[in-house]
């Protein structure tokens, strides 16, 4: 149950930069510059943002006998920043670009830059934790026996909101803010590339593109139980003297007893492996790597098109971690790789018609039926994205690719297991070799332009038809992934609309 008091959040931003060209030779430019971005934000219009203080002791330890006890919530405002976190000042971002012409026709580039991430600001509740107030239903305090009930589901009541600025506030549920702590992510990218031009109005551009993100925003959950204790096993679930009873209110800690690993928690004052969620932590990293081949014919008489083919690869770690003492392991492919893109897309004018190569002397009549048509398309043909298997689940060591997969079974699911109570398994964030359905998708249009008057009054019109995956190519969405599901491993919805045919007629007047 929710109870929602709105919040209203504001955030400043700030950049200057310097830029300069500076032609060195006839045939050299360069491009160099510098920019420095300032974030400040979350604030809020009446102070309700708290942050995560985890250093302080918590004054419950004392009454319940845990003299380390730490972790508390810290305010914005009255003694303390306005911000809800710190402030990052030294973001400076250099440019660096080159042009340098070979000869008449070709062309090197090359450029170098960092870009900072501005930090967003949140209206979505992240430390707002009086503002929006949860108050779970506690089905069960050791997985067994039932707790609250659905005809009384809340029998110590529901939390409303506040604003006491209260440095307990939600203990015995879960809470989830940032710490003051802070640094702005940033992007570095890099490009070199060689452009030449050909015969036959042609263009040819090979490059290399690089991008390495520094700092990127993801999500903790910092309350897991130590690894060193999941050897316990089932004891992890007995019952035992909550040393918070008569402490804490609400929740799944305001009873007598407690499971054993609430009280080994890092933060046993709030409730579960999500109890405490540390927001806009500035830890994620990625890198990409991508090399294209491009062709374009720019516009002539009749046809103008850009062919383009990419090998790439991306990897990143941008994930809450199942184990949040080995964060390293969820570094893999990023969910959006695809190492493989053909785009090819153009216009042209059918030759057929009056004051086109074909036709000049067609009639009238036989002119406006098949003369003076373009044609336009886009034809994308991609790579799937890789797979990702629930966790915790083991793989036997196989591989789960399938030389020919179906929508019965898109990847082998006898390699996978659940994995045993209080363990992580062996599998990552997502599977290396076992993709989604790639794409294979024309869209075109059809476009006729003509004009006729009446009593002396010009008019314009457009007839057109649109046709969207115009083979009707299915592209299959991702399989089951969930290994304790009975259609694991089966593709069951289409990710693609079927063909789509629009026509329309437009007159101007």
């Known amino acids: 149950m929710r109870q929602i008091n709105p919040i209203s959040t504001q955030g400043f931003y700030y950049a200057a930069f310097a830029q300069d060209d500076w032609h060195v030779t006839e045939k050299l430019t360069l491009n160099l510059g510098?920019?420095?971005?300032?974030?400040?934000?979350?604030?809020?219009?009446?102070?309700?943002?708290?942050?995560?203080?985890?250093?302080?002791?918590?004054?419950?330890?004392?009454?319940?006998?845990?003299?380390?006890?730490?972790?508390?919530?810290?305010?914005?405002?009255?003694?303390?920043?306005?911000?809800?976190q710190n402030?990052?000042?030294?973001?400076?971002?250099?440019?660096?670009?080159?042009?340098?012409?070979?000869?008449?026709?070709?062309?090197l580039r090359g450029g170098?830059?960092?870009?900072?991430?501005?930090?967003?600001?949140?209206?979505?509740?992240?430390?707002?934790?009086?503002?929006?107030r949860d108050t779970p239903m506690v089905a069960t305090i050791d997985g067994v026996t039932p707790a609250n009930r659905l005809s009384n589901p809340f029998p110590q009541g529901i939390l409303p909101p506040l604003n006491d600025r209260d440095p307990l506030a939600n203990v015995g549920a879960s809470v989830g803010a940032p710490t003051r702590d802070y640094r702005n992510?940033?992007?570095?990218?890099?490009?070199?590339?060689?452009?030449?031009?050909?015969?036959?109005?042609?263009?040819?551009?090979v490059h290399y593109w690089g991008n390495k993100g520094t700092g990127l925003l993801t999500t903790w959950n910092i309350n897991q139980i130590p690894n060193q204790y999941l050897a316990l096993g089932s004891k992890l679930n007995d019952k035992v003297t909550n040393p918070f009873y008569g402490l804490i209110a609400t929740g799944a800690l305001s009873g007598p007893t407690t499971s054993r690993q609430q009280l080994l928690r890092p933060y046993p004052q709030y409730s579960g492996d999500s109890g405490v969620q540390q927001v806009f932590v500035s830890n994620g990293n990625s890198t990409y790597h991508a090399g294209t081949i491009q062709v374009e014919r720019r516009l002539a008489t009749?046809?103008?098109?850009?062919?383009?083919?990419?090998?790439?690869?991306?990897?990143?770690?941008?994930?809450?971690?199942?184990?949040?003492?080995?964060?390293?392991?969820?570094?893999?492919?990023?969910?959006f790789d695809a190492p493989n893109q053909f785009v090819l897309s153009g216009v042209y004018q059918l030759p057929f018609g009056r004051g086109r190569k074909f036709g000049q002397q067609l009639n009238p009549v036989l002119n406006a039926i098949v003369g003076n048509w373009d044609l336009d398309g886009i034809l994308r043909i991609q790579s799937g994205q890789p797979i990702g298997i629930s966790r915790p689940s083991v793989n036997n060591g196989q591989s789960a690719k399938l030389a020919n997969p179906g929508i019965g079974e898109w990847f082998d699911t006898s390699a996978f297991t659940v994995a045993a109570p209080f363990t992580f398994g062996n599998v990552g964030p997502v599977l290396p070799?076992?993709?989604?359905?790639?794409?294979?998708?024309?869209?075109?249009?059809?476009?006729?332009?003509?004009?006729?008057?009446?009593?002396?009054?010009?008019?314009?019109?457009?007839l057109r038809g649109e046709f969207y995956n115009l083979f009707n190519h299915p592209q299959f969405a991702s399989p089951n992934t969930s290994v304790s599901s009975q259609s694991f491993g089966q593709v069951t919805s289409q990710a693609n609309n079927a063909r789509d045919i629009q026509i329309g007629l437009k007159v101007k007047f």
Request: glycine share 8%; aromatic share 12%.
């Open 34 to 84: 510098l920019r420095w971005d300032v974030s400040i934000g979350n604030r809020e219009k009446y102070d309700r943002l708290a942050y995560l203080d985890l250093g302080t002791p918590n004054p419950l330890g004392p009454p319940a006998g845990l003299p380390d006890l730490q972790g508390v919530l810290g305010w914005i405002g009255e003694r303390n920043s306005l911000d809800q």
């Open 87 to 107: 402030t990052d000042w030294i973001n400076f971002g250099p440019r660096f670009g080159l042009a340098y012409s070979i000869d008449s026709k070709t062309v």
């Open 112 to 132: 170098y830059a960092i870009f900072f991430l501005p930090k967003t600001v949140q209206g979505n509740g992240d430390g707002a934790i009086e503002a929006f």
């Open 185 to 205: 992510g940033y992007s570095q990218t890099w490009s070199f590339g060689i452009q030449r031009e050909l015969p036959f109005k042609l263009l040819l551009d």
């Open 302 to 335: 009749n046809l103008t098109f850009l062919a383009a083919y990419t090998r790439s690869k991306a990897i990143d770690d941008v994930r809450t971690p199942q184990d949040y003492y080995n964060r390293t392991l969820e570094k893999g492919l990023s969910s």
């Open 433 to 462: 070799d076992v993709r989604t359905d790639g794409m294979r998708n024309l869209d075109a249009v059809l476009v006729k332009n003509f004009s006729f008057s009446i009593k002396d009054k010009q008019i314009t019109a457009q």
